[in-house]
């Protein structure tokens, strides 16, 4: 069964910078999609950025240049580096393997195409 645990979030002023970890357990990472989801307060659930099976890696434009995801194979754990933070950042962050397709024709798998979460981990910016 597939587990995912991550760690990272907190609180941190506007330009800082964070790194989210994503660490799974009973399979290994090599090999499956995985990505990144955001949810603000009385916002819509968001996909920040995937990884896919080729380690190709797609990032939303309102992150790209500022974060980077990756994962290393070794360790079996994915990542998000979060550099020069925005307020609008705040959200909790949550990262998910196994969709059947990263991307298609432009389109990025959902969040409910993923069949395996993390439990979430809160990223708060200030100004």
């Known amino acids: 069964q597939m587990e995912l645990v991550e760690s990272g979030g907190g609180s941190v002023q506007a330009g800082g910078s964070l790194r989210l970890s994503c660490a799974a357990s009973g399979y290994t990472l090599n090999g499956y999609c995985m990505g990144w989801f955001r949810q603000a307060p009385g916002k819509e659930r968001e996909v920040v950025a995937i990884i896919d099976i080729d380690d190709v890696t797609k990032h939303a434009d309102s992150v790209k240049g500022r974060f980077a995801i990756s994962r290393d194979n070794a360790k079996n754990t994915l990542y998000l580096q979060m550099n020069n933070l925005k307020p609008e950042d705040t959200a909790i962050y949550t990262c998910?393997?196994?969709?059947?397709?990263?991307?298609?024709?432009?389109?990025?798998?959902?969040?409910?195409?993923?069949?395996?979460w993390g439990q979430g981990t809160q990223v708060t910016v200030s100004s």
């Open positions: 998910a393997a196994g969709a059947p397709y990263c991307s298609s024709g432009g389109i990025w798998a959902s969040f409910d195409e993923y069949n395996a």
